[in-house]
């Protein structure tokens, strides 16, 4: 017979473990899909990006950083 194991998720919980496997996505999703559009956007309409401080997990590398600048 299978052990059945129950194990209770408040809401918290869910919401927590919902952003994090979004968040971890949409890094790489920004990072290798949306970011190379948009520098090539930024070229063609010859802008520059600008150098302010951000927070969050944008901040985790130089590529979220330009991304989320742009």
Do not use: C, Q, W
């Amino acid at each position: 017979m299978d052990n059945i194991v129950i194990k209770e998720v408040n809401n918290r919980a869910l919401v927590l473990a919902l952003d994090y496997m979004f968040r971890e996505h949409m890094k790489i999703f920004e990072v290798e899909k949306l970011l190379p559009a948009s520098t090539y956007l930024m070229d063609v309409l010859s802008m520059s990006v600008p150098n302010i401080l951000i927070e969050g997990y944008y901040n985790e590398s130089e590529e979220l950083k330009t991304y989320f600048l742009i």
